[in-house]
């Protein structure tokens, strides 16, 4: 095993590009590809800002991600712990100096990007349990003391961010979590005991929201209460997803969106301007290059011989999975708004470098994936 290591650990770089999952990259690529469409509808069909700014995002973290994949998956085993708690440091330090913005303080100014550190602890919270259960013997995985460390590592960041105010990240940082820890062999009776005393604790947690985190619930039971304020955003979603039909309106021929009836169109209602452009075909073939990703990072976690690098495939694709249920619910109204983006075809630098970051890393797990982490 010792002698198998030290020959992967020094493998040429042409061998290492040999190991990449192809398929996955070209997914990416696709997808990138995509994105740059719809940004371009988004500037009305001309090369503005959001064009040339995802453009320059996409070229520097697809190459980052490259980077990345490149590094030994041992690194990421050794590092993880750090990774975490330097994102930590990076929540308290928006707490305190993060930039302000609609009454939120979630961002802060690195100049050459404005980062929302919440989006990175969508990964950091997976290397850190999947570090943290990849040596735990499984008679201690469900003890009081393995249980409780867990859920102090998964409700740190989520107070932190919850205080930022930003409900929809904190709910998904929790979630994938929680998967990690179904993974790491955690009983099913203690995930039903969570929910139902989340059940019961509802109305309680409820009357600690925000005014508009509580209108957006109301607005999700019945969007028409206010159809020209809060309900209005939903309502036109669901109006141009319609009107886009089976075969869509054509490319760059979204009514709903070039007459600006549709407002956040480039954020995390991207889908709708999508849908309302290609349709219904588009949108299942969207959604087919989604699942062929998720089944990519899957298959790689299955062939990888290490726990760690399994914990983090699989915790990882699951993450990309709720990331995509949860932002086409909430643009069908099936869901409140969260605020949660479209991997890779939403705007925004900080949610699209965790993506590119988790994808590098899951890419090392590939070419490592003979390799045993003691």
């Known amino acids: 095993m010792f002698q198998y290591n030290k020959l992967n650990s020094e493998l040429s770089f042409f061998q290492k590009v040999k190991k990449l999952d192809f398929i996955l990259i070209f997914c990416i690529i696709l997808l990138s590809a995509i994105s740059l469409l719809v940004m371009y509808s988004t500037d009305g069909g001309e090369i503005l800002y959001h064009t040339k ?210 407002p956040e169109k480039h954020t995390d209602f991207i889908f709708t301007l999508f849908s309302e452009e290609f349709g219904f075909v588009g949108s299942i073939c969207l959604l087919l290059i989604y699942s062929i990703i998720i089944v990519r990072i899957i298959r790689i976690g299955a062939i990888s011989r290490s726990n760690f690098s399994k914990l983090f495939c699989f915790g990882f694709a699951f993450a990309i999975f709720v990331y995509i249920v949860v932002n086409l619910s909430m643009v069908l109204g099936l869901l409140p708004i969260v605020g949660s983006p479209l991997p890779i075809l939403s705007f925004g630098g900080s949610s699209l470098l965790a993506t590119m970051i988790g994808f590098g890393i899951v890419l090392s797990a590939k070419i490592n994936h003979k390799q045993m982490i003691a």
């Open 53 to 262: 700014s995802h453009f320059i995002k996409l070229l520097t973290f697809f190459s980052l991600m490259m980077v990345i994949s490149f590094f030994n998956i041992k690194l990421w085993h050794i590092t993880s712990y750090f990774i975490y708690f330097v994102i930590i440091l990076l929540l308290i330090w928006v707490s305190a100096y993060g930039i302000k913005v609609s009454g939120s303080q979630r961002w802060i100014n690195l100049y050459f990007i404005v980062l929302q550190p919440s989006e990175l602890m969508k990964i950091g919270i997976i290397l850190c349990l999947a570090k943290y259960y990849h040596r735990l013997k499984i008679e201690n995985v469900n003890s009081f003391t393995t249980i409780i460390i867990s859920l102090s590592i998964i409700i740190v960041p989520i107070i932190l961010v919850l205080s930022q105010p930003d409900l929809g990240t904190s709910i998904l940082i929790a979630l994938s979590g929680l998967i990690v820890l179904w993974l790491g062999g955690v009983k099913m009776k203690y995930f039903f005991i969570s929910l139902i005393s989340f059940l019961i604790s509802l109305p309680f947690i409820i009357s600690f929201l925000k005014p508009y985190q509580k209108m957006r619930i109301l607005t999700f039971l019945d969007p028409d209460r206010d159809p020209l304020g809060a309900g209005y955003q939903i309502i036109q979603s669901k109006i141009a997803i319609g009107s886009g039909g089976i075969t869509g309106k054509g490319f760059l021929k979204g009514t709903q969106s070039y007459l600006e009836f549709l």
